[in-house]
């Protein structure tokens, strides 16, 4: 077979496919930048692709080295004193940050502590990492502005309460404003302040969650530092922690003698292993060139930028598509009920018809506190115009829904499968090629 | 505008109760329009004949496209029969929540339970709010 032929039979798959490559990806919460292809090109240099996972610590010096400064790097940027790379994804962090939270009451001697208190706004992945950590989830109100009800947080604080998950900013895009008071209540009564780090591209460079009192934070390497998502993975969800959560750790951490590096595994307190090896070291290598390539202005203009954009588009579709919480930072969380009201036409819906304009969908029904939501995160690296097509896409669609509304609950028309019956394919799934169907 | 069958009582927890050939065996399903808030159900896991349940107890979990919801029940009693149909094929509960789309076969434990109910009118009232 002709090389050319192989060349367009991938590039044509790639074309069936949306990716950030070909136009924006307005995933809320998900932080679908652009990722810098020089990520790619430092990640394929061979010292580092070809290294073997056991090369003994001295002739894997650069790589180590790699990862001690990423690690320094990502400290300086959350405001905390102790990482580590290993967890692979941000649902993996929590994991880790919860069985943290465990080890540290433990320790102390303090067994009583068995729930975990979780907003109403929350990422579905919060209550569940809880659970899986065996604690019990505590649901708390957001009150009017989207934020944490603190009457809600002091009515339920209380000598078995291990700690609090928040975002910030929230899953609303809201700043929680009041996080210092909620720290204050928090560790008084004996808990840890945990940080989901997803929205952390709003703030970076610019606020710190360790100035903010959180004890520990995860940060997605695969959302705010540029690394790819990749198709469910690999990612990186670096844990970062305050001193005193440092001895619990996962084994090895990294060490600087002198000028060289090595493995640490002396931490007889630590949480054990979360990940084979290392982590995932080529997402590492590619958040460390995103981050010396930014530098600390870099990293400052590139949260300005995040929130800049989604102050543009939050402008441009306020009046088709209200915001019940208000403008967000990064992200906005807008509400299809009264479109749907009207026309008949839901937030899905709407979705599925940005597919034929060329977008991915955004993320809907989330956060759950919002009817018929649709969040869209348009990250720094978009361009006005990119922004614009995007904004002229969704209004056309509002209007599409008010004088044609079959077009828009029958979409999508122009993609390589049209609607699909969901339930079904949730049962049924048939990812397999068939040769019958090599017409 | 969702429909609401004059003929059915209503929970506030979304569920409907409809009657039977027998007078202490109801019919339970979710309603029109908690079909349409949910949007596309992909799932539905229902009890097995025999359980038996307090009023508001969960008795069974539904999984749309957007999240899972719990379903409360609205009479104290005991299963006589589940819809097969829509493991099969959850989409008739949004397709038919009225008909095919229906779920649990209740043998009603305490009749004054019923009375509580909301009728059509107060359940219209309800969900406009
Ligand atoms: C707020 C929030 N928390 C946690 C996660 C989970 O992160 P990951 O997908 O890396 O496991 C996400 C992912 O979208 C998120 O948006």
């Known amino acids: ?439 | 505008m969702s429909e609401i069958p004059e003929s059915l009582k209503y929970s506030e927890e979304h569920e409907y109760i409809g009657p039977t050939d027998a007078d202490d065996e109801v019919i339970v399903g979710i309603t029109d329009y908690a079909q349409g808030e949910l949007g596309d159900v992909v799932y539905v896991e229902l009890p097995a004949p025999g359980d038996t349940f307090r009023r508001m107890d969960v008795f069974g979990t539904i999984e749309a496209v957007k999240a899972v919801s719990e379903m409360y029940s609205p009479v104290s009693g005991e299963v006589l029969a589940v819809n097969e149909a829509i493991d099969e094929d959850p989409a008739l509960v949004n397709s038919d929540p009225y008909g095919a789309g229906w779920m649990v076969r209740f043998k009603v434990e305490d009749a004054s339970e019923l009375e509580e109910l909301l009728s059509a009118d107060a359940y219209r009232l309800l969900i406009e709010e």
Not at chain 1, 290 to 302: A, H, K, N
Request: with cysteine; net charge negative; glycine share 10%.
């Open chain 1, 1 to 439: 077979m002709p090389e050319h032929e192989v060349v367009r039979h991938y590039t044509e798959i790639s074309l069936k496919n949306h990716h950030v490559d070909r136009a924006l990806y307005p995933l809320g919460s998900c932080t679908m930048k652009y990722n810098p292809k020089v990520n790619e090109q430092m990640a394929r240099l061979s010292g580092f692709a070809g290294l073997h996972p056991f090369a003994p610590a001295e002739a894997a010096q650069g790589a180590l080295g790699l990862m001690h400064e990423l690690g320094e790097l990502l400290c300086e940027v959350a405001g905390m004193d102790s990482i580590s790379l290993q967890p692979a994804a941000g649902a993996q962090g929590e994991l880790t940050g919860v069985l943290l939270m465990r080890a540290y009451h433990r320790a102390r001697g303090d067994e009583g502590r068995r729930r975990v208190l979780i907003p109403d706004s929350a990422h579905g992945t919060n209550p569940a990492t809880v659970a899986l950590a065996g604690f019990e989830v505590v649901e708390l109100r957001s009150n009017e502005a989207g934020r944490l009800d603190l009457d809600s947080l002091r009515s339920v604080l209380d000598a078995d309460v291990a700690g609090l998950m928040l975002t910030n900013p929230n899953t609303l895009g809201v700043f929680e404003s009041e996080i210092l008071e909620i720290s204050e209540l928090v560790h008084g009564s004996g808990g840890l302040m945990y940080m989901d780090g997803a929205n952390l591209n709003a703030l970076m460079g610019i606020a710190r969650p360790g100035d903010m009192g959180y004890d520990i934070v995860h940060l997605n390497l695969h959302k705010t530092f540029s690394t790819p998502h990749g198709g469910g993975g690999p990612g990186a969800g670096p844990v970062a922690v305050k001193a005193r959560l440092a001895p619990f750790l996962p084994t090895p951490g990294l060490k600087k003698e002198g000028e060289s590096y090595a493995l640490d595994w002396d931490r007889p307190e630590s949480i054990g292993k979360i990940h084979g090896f290392y982590g995932n070291f080529g997402v590492l290598v590619r958040a460390y060139t995103y981050l010396r390539m930014l530098g600390r202005d870099g990293v400052r203009e590139t949260a300005e930028a995040a929130v800049l954009n989604n102050a543009y588009m939050s402008a441009r579709l306020e009046e088709r598509f209200p915001l019940p919480y208000g403008r967000g930072m990064h992200e906005s969380v807008y509400s299809g009920a009264e479109l749907k009201r009207r026309t008949g036409v839901k937030t899905l819906d709407v979705a599925k018809r940005l597919l034929d304009y060329g977008f991915h969908a955004p993320t809907i029904y989330f956060p759950l506190i919002v009817s018929e939501a649709l969040m869209t995160e348009p990250t720094e690296t978009e361009t006005r115009e990119e922004l614009d097509r995007y904004a002229d896409a969704l209004i056309a669609i509002a209007d599409e829904a008010e004088h044609d509304p079959e077009l828009v609950t029958g979409a999508p028309h122009a993609t390589p499968v049209t609607r699909l019956d969901e339930g079904r394919a949730g049962r049924r799934l048939d990812v397999r090629w068939s040769f019958d169907n090599d017409a």
